[in-house]
């Protein structure tokens, strides 16, 4: 990550007198861990849905989805970005995911 920044900064400045002010940008952290659990959708959603983006795509989903907006958002990835994700393991990991990032977290 930090190399990134470099690049953009150096390429800024490579960008001529107009860009001469060094501009620092803040990318998003990377590497965002899936919260864990005890759930055992908790190990197929390690295996199965941080492989192309980190688990940060789950932070910002709304608190108050519901079950279904979760199982359509596993289907999708499958369906849309051929995600490796087996049928068998879908329940599961819908599951985790609305207990741990939607609508059925427990009360805090
Ligand atoms: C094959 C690669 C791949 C896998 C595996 C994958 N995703 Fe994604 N996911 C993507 C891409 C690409 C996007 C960005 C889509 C966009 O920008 O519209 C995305 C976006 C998301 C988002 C952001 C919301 C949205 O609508 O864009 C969430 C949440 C998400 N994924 C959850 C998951 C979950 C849960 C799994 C595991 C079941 C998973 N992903 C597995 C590729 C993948």
């Not at 900064?9 to 659990?37: N, R, W």
């Not at 910002?60 to 490796?84: C, D, H, I, S």
Request: hydrophobic share 45%.
């Amino acid at each position: 990550m930090k190399h990134r920044l470099l690049a953009i900064a150096a390429a800024l400045l490579l960008a001529g007198p107009a860009f001469a002010v060094t501009k620092t940008i803040e990318l998003p952290a990377d590497g965002v861990q899936l919260t864990p659990s005890s759930l055992p959708g908790y190990a197929k959603a390690k295996a199965d849905c941080v492989a192309c983006h980190s688990a940060e795509y789950m932070l910002y989903q709304p608190p108050t989805a519901p079950r279904g907006y979760w199982e359509l958002m596993v289907k999708r990835m499958k369906a849309v970005f051929n995600g490796p994700i087996p049928d068998a393991d879908m329940p599961d990991i819908v599951d985790y995911l609305v207990k741990t990032y939607g609508n059925e977290q427990p009360k805090k």
